[in-house]
């Protein structure tokens, strides 16, 4: 079908994804959708990724290769809305791939549907092409759509579909217009603030596709488990920072506030393990100052006050301690009755 300008730019930051960059072009390409553009943005990677996007656009004039300097996917996705031409626009990681109706029921569900600003889908986590059932994330099993506005953010939060952009189909006229950019001084999370910026120039209005469309690769990811981040309370302050500004601005009810404080008080903990990682080279006295500094702010504090979730009421006291030690003590303790009721 001939067309002069996509109704969708599929934006594609590419960096060393060589093992997965023709499982995620191909998925793209046999979209059951045909009026889109395929945006390749080869972020200065050092392997062969470059030559492999030039390959396809050889084979397909739908598709645009841009070669950068390195500057992280932030900067390649801003890179990719500059040169996008389409009325929507969608993203897709380089190692991850998409279903082949992934375009057709974004788009038609936000043709359908304009009293909706918003349109999400579900997604499925996948290892060696398998997909995980435990690991699918959508908003209800029981029905084809789900209807939300941002007084559920934090449930929608809470069920992970609000994080990341690429479950998601956007106006380009709303991210042009309001100059909306991916913050590239973040190395995580810098989704959300995308996401939470672009929501707030809506109606605010949210409607999920219960069908995950989009497959997110697990294989070879980092994750705050095993990855350590010598900026990452800096990162996590601007998080809690962002959400609570938009919390306030939306208004939104005080369960929903009770569950952002549930989050921040989760960054918080992953931060505090996150000092104890083999590689960050500081002493143990310094780690522990570092982490005890952390437990006695202000918005730690405001964090394990007001949060709903169930906690341990020895980590409460540990915590309130403001020493990481007391904590880890108290770790090992519970996990050591844990193991001895799961022997019983």
């Not at 059951?32 to 390959?55: H, Q, V």
């Not at 570092?290 to 906690?311: H, V």
């Amino acid at each position: 079908m001939e067309f002069s300008v996509p109704t969708v730019s599929v934006i594609v930051p590419v960096y060393k994804a060589e093992k997965y960059l023709s499982k995620c072009i191909d998925s793209i390409l046999s979209q059951t959708y045909k009026e889109f553009e395929l945006i390749l943005i080869d972020d200065g990677s050092p392997d062969g990724c470059g030559k492999i996007c030039d390959g396809y656009a050889e084979q397909d004039r739908r598709i645009k290769v841009i070669h950068k300097q390195n500057g992280g996917v932030s900067s390649a996705r801003n890179a990719g809305i500059k040169e996008s031409k389409g009325k929507y626009i969608c993203f897709v990681d380089s190692d991850d791939y998409i279903e082949s109706d992934y375009l057709e029921l974004l788009v038609r569900t936000k043709e359908e549907n304009p009293d909706f600003s918003n349109i999400w889908c579900g997604f499925c986590t996948v290892r060696d092409y398998k997909r995980s059932i435990t690991g699918t994330f959508i908003a209800s099993n029981s029905e084809q759509f789900s209807e939300y506005s941002v007084n559920n953010i934090m449930t929608l939060h809470e069920k992970w579909l609000d994080p990341m952009p690429w479950n998601k189909i956007f106006v380009r006229s709303i991210i042009v217009e309001n100059k909306i950019k991916f913050p590239e001084d973040l190395t995580l999370g810098e989704d959300l603030i995308f996401n939470f910026e672009y929501l707030d120039c809506t109606n605010k209005k949210i409607k999920v596709i219960n069908k995950p469309l989009y497959d997110y690769i697990m294989n070879g990811k980092d994750s705050l488990d095993n990855k350590y981040y010598d900026d990452l309370l800096f990162i996590y302050e601007r998080l809690n920072k962002e959400m609570f500004f938009y919390a306030e601005k939306w208004n939104i009810p005080n369960e929903q506030y009770l569950m952002l404080y549930n989050f921040s008080f989760y960054r918080f903990e992953n931060v505090l393990k996150n000092t104890f990682k083999f590689e960050n080279r500081q002493s143990k006295k310094q780690k522990y100052q570092y982490n005890r500094s952390i437990m006695k702010s202000k918005e730690f504090k405001e964090a394990l006050n007001n949060m709903s979730c169930n906690l341990h009421f020895l980590y409460r006291w540990a915590y309130k301690t403001c020493s990481y030690r007391i904590v880890q003590i108290v770790d090992k303790i519970i996990s050591m009755h844990n193991i001895v009721i799961t022997k019983k």
